[in-house]
RNA sequence: GGCGCUGUACCCAAGUGGCUUAAGGGGAAGCUCUGCAAAAGCUUUAUUCGUCGGUUCGAAUCCGACCGGCGCCUCCA
């Protein structure tokens, strides 16, 4: 199995350091404001990785934290008026609402950074007895040029950084690139007591902190957007790695961007949806089909076409999947099993999705299977329930288990029967006899008044289907 | 200025030296089914991969130049 390594900018063979476990850190959201749908591929992303190892067979710890003290948040606390963890605790509420409609498995831990102040403090502490970090009256930063391999993450070299800074140059640091460990406490902003006073931590050594706390010194995958990259990877490393000697991360994976008309979609850029605005007009199932239609490392455009496109390619799979549900119900024991070459799917889902998560070919996999099986239920009517199961089973295992494009127990949910359905049968009945007496006036009359219901009749074969608008 | 990504059919998009004279989805067209309509299923749909040169028995895939799009270098998934 192959996973693309930003570190070496290669595709790598996975060989996770205690197999069959595997240790998975995923950069989480700074909790200030709704995530946007740009934030969900990410989100997906790692979600679908994740599930890979699991049908592998690993056992994956996954963990994935909560900045929940920043300059946003801060900013918003002012700005309403509340108190910081007020905001930090209503916007990491909103956050599992909006993963959980995603669709997105829990992560095993959602360390927050201030339960790990003290964990902070020592690794700090750590760096500034290796004397890579310094205190300036109470702002600890970290000493880039005391790190020798620092740039090596996002191949930027230390002198070439410095030349192209965009910033003003803080004069009270060695170096331009040197990062903040701990902001010294500012009037009325939260604060923490620490041996340098009272203050509160950069943003970048909560995930090292965390990271080791949760999973150890080095760990297996280490994910988040293209953005991470630098300053905030580099920075990581730079702290771990500086702190502990011993390698971080094994694998770094990026995810691409989501962009608006071939911009990223950003906060600063105001060109953004909320993953809940988009999930009011558009299906999860349709969100992760769209986005495991291209591969997860480029860039993406967002547009509601593309997403209504992808929602037909869903379709197409739901109505295997129901078709298989309708068929299983009345199939014989007994029946004919027919040759189907179930081995060739699953290699060839596995074989593209081993080479770097390859979705948009573990998609073209499901669809070819998806004509496969049409064709296979078309021409052996009489096939056993055993067989039509297994052909359900590959749905579920792929794209259910794994990609998360479609969800078949939602499906038996849809189901349940209750007074509108019986009622709804009672109609279709009554209509069914209006055909057998040919008074189609009244049959398309019935038809046309339950459209304006909201339901739609379609006819078929075995009786009417009814679908709501 | 530095580093990196990218340009494949009407749209989205995979493929990075021969298995591909290029997957898959959407769209479009045809067929099957059918009282009609719809739905669904099946079939078809790029001799061609930004442009121009080069390497090679062989290139969308490697090299060079050029044209276009984007990202990071500041908070950002």
Redesign the pocket.
């Known amino acids: 199995m192959l996973i693309y390594n930003t570190l070496s900018?290669l595709k790598e063979e996975f060989r996770p350091l205690n197999p069959p476990f595997v240790t998975m850190y995923m950069?989480?959201?700074?909790v200030y404001?709704y995530?946007?749908?740009?934030?969900?591929?990410?989100?997906i992303m790692s979600d679908i990785v994740r599930n890979y190892l699991v049908y592998k067979g690993f056992k994956v710890k996954f963990v994935m934290n909560l900045?929940d003290i920043?300059?946003?948040i801060i900013k918003k606390s002012i700005e309403k008026n509340i108190p910081a963890e007020e905001v930090s605790q209503f916007y990491t509420d909103a956050f599992f609402e909006d993963i959980n409609k995603l669709k997105v498995k829990k992560a095993d831990i959602y360390p927050k950074a201030t339960a790990h102040i003290q964990e902070m403090i020592e690794l700090i502490l750590l760096l500034e007895k290796k004397g890579i970090a310094y205190n300036v009256n109470g702002d600890v930063y970290y000493d880039v040029k005391n790190f020798d391999s620092y740039g090596k993450l996002?191949?930027?070299?230390i002198d070439?950084?410095e030349?192209?800074?965009?910033?003003d140059v803080d004069e009270r640091k060695n170096n331009?690139?040197d990062?903040s460990l701990w902001k010294k406490a500012k009037q009325s902003e939260p604060s923490w007591d620490s041996p340098w006073g009272k203050g509160r931590p950069g943003?970048?050594i909560e995930c090292s902190a965390m990271s080791t706390k949760h999973l150890g010194e080095t760990i297996d995958i280490h994910?988040?957007?293209?953005?991470?990259?630098?300053?905030?990877h580099e920075?990581e490393i730079a702290q771990s790695e500086g702190a502990n000697e011993k390698e971080f991360v094994k694998y770094w994976m990026?995810?691409?961007?989501?962009?608006i008309q071939?911009?990223?979609?950003?906060?600063?850029?105001g060109n953004?949806f909320t993953a809940r605005d988009v999930l009011a007009r558009h299906s999860v199932e349709a969100i992760r089909?769209?986005f495991c239609?291209?591969?997860y490392?480029?860039?993406?455009?967002f547009?509601d076409?593309?997403l209504?496109?992808?929602?037909?390619?869903?379709?197409?799979?739901i109505?295997?999947a129901e078709?298989l549900d309708n068929d299983i119900n009345k199939a014989e024991v007994n029946g004919s099993t027919p040759i189907f070459v179930f081995n060739k799917f699953y290699s060839d889902f596995e074989t593209?999705m081993d080479?770097?998560f390859?979705?948009?070919?573990a998609?073209?996999?499901?669809?070819?299977f998806?004509?496969?099986?049409?064709?296979i239920?078309?021409e052996n009517p009489n096939s056993c329930k055993t067989f039509l199961i297994n052909l359900k089973e590959f749905l579920k295992k792929t794209a259910d288990e794994v990609l998360g494009v479609i969800h078949l127990e939602d499906l038996n949910k849809r189901v349940s029967p209750s007074l509108e359905t019986e009622l709804i049968n009672l109609i279709l009945n009554l209509?069914e006899d209006?055909?057998k007496e040919?008074n189609?006036?009244l049959?398309?009359e019935v038809?046309n008044k339950l459209n304006e219901l909201g339901l739609?009749?379609?006819?078929?074969?075995t009786g009417?289907?009814v679908?709501r608008k």
């Open positions: 900018r950069c989480g959201p700074t404001d995530f946007h749908i740009g934030n969900s591929r990410s989100f900045t920043e300059d946003k996002s191949g930027k070299k070439e950084l030349s192209g800074a965009r910033v331009s690139l990062f943003w970048h994910a988040g957007g293209n953005d991470l990259i630098f300053p905030h920075n990026h995810f691409g961007f989501l962009n071939n911009e990223k979609m950003s906060k600063s850029l953004f089909l769209f239609q291209t591969h490392g480029g860039p993406l455009n547009s076409e593309l209504t496109a992808a929602q037909k390619g869903v379709d197409k799979i109505n295997l078709r593209v080479d770097d390859n979705t948009p070919q998609a073209a996999v499901i669809f070819d998806v004509r496969a099986a049409n064709k239920i078309d209509r209006l055909k040919k189609y006036k049959a398309d038809r739609i009749v379609h006819d078929s074969k009417a289907v679908k």
